[in-house]
């Protein structure tokens, strides 16, 4: 905000009509805003080790989810089926 008011003044200080300063601030504030939000995105390597990471994962709950049905469910069959 003191940076915006600055270069405001810095202008009118020149002769620039407050119309024109006024856009030259807004549109540097709008690049600004811009550069920051383009800091946050993913990058594409970013995203990959995310999915790779997403991958183990998922097989190690297949593989949770298998051993549970083979040491809890198989040998209980007899007694779900019983009525």
Do not use: C, F, H, N
């Amino acid at each position: 905000m003191k940076a915006s008011i600055a270069l405001y003044q810095a202008l009118k200080s020149i002769d620039v009509s407050d119309e024109r300063a006024s856009a030259v601030v807004d549109a540097l504030e709008t690049e600004i805003v811009t550069k920051a939000d383009l800091a946050d995105l993913a990058t594409k390597a970013d995203l990959r080790a995310l999915e790779s990471e997403l991958r183990s994962d998922l097989k190690l709950l297949k593989w949770g989810m298998g051993l549970t049905i083979a040491v809890v469910l198989i040998p209980a069959r007899k007694q779900l089926l019983i009525i």
